[in-house]
């Protein structure tokens, strides 16, 4: 909640003076901040051999900026080695689409135990972040909480206003 604000005048002439305290009635929600630096997101569904589970990899969509937490071996070195750093050249990834997409899912139980309350609050609410910029369709279980799979401005809502509420009786 605000603070108290205290308002006083010794209109006219300073010989009264007049105070009061008010107290505005506003709620406000706050978000866990992003933890940094940025963790890769979990790998999606069932992993494969190596250890990392197959997000549409069957067709080659073209080249595109690399983002951080890309894979490492969708890099393009054929193009990266093309380019000039003198002229501020930039590392590229290759990019997939279609195929059997793994579901990604954003769970606080499957984060490790090591971590506080607060860093793994932290991190689920960069991970919602990230998927979310990435366009990714993630779902989403925290607690009670199972949203997803889903995409969107709702979505990214409503996970995060659970990590803002986590650990805080119900709101009817």
């Known amino acids: 909640a605000a603070p108290r604000v205290r308002l006083v005048t010794r209109f006219p002439l300073g010989l009264f003076r007049a105070w009061s305290y008010w107290q505005p009635d506003a709620r406000v929600l706050v978000y866990p901040a992003p933890e940094l630096p940025a963790q890769p997101l979990p790998a999606a569904g069932a992993a494969s051999e190596d250890g990392h589970g197959t997000v549409g990899l069957d067709n080659f969509a073209g080249i595109r900026s690399y983002q951080a937490g890309d894979p490492l071996r969708h890099l393009a070195w054929r193009q ?14 290759k990019h997939f689409e279609g195929g059997a997409v793994a579901e990604l899912t954003l769970d606080f ?64």
């Open 80 to 93: 990266i080695a093309r380019l000039d750093p003198a002229l501020g050249g930039q590392l590229v990834t």
């Open 109 to 172: 139980a499957a984060l490790p135990l090591q971590l506080d309350l607060e860093r793994k609050l932290a991190r689920l609410a960069r991970w919602v972040l990230e998927a979310e910029q990435r366009a990714l369709p993630y779902r989403f279980r925290l607690a009670q909480h199972d949203y997803g799979p889903a995409l969107g401005d709702a979505h990214r809502a409503a996970c995060l206003r659970a990590l803002a509420l986590f650990g805080q009786p119900e709101q009817p």
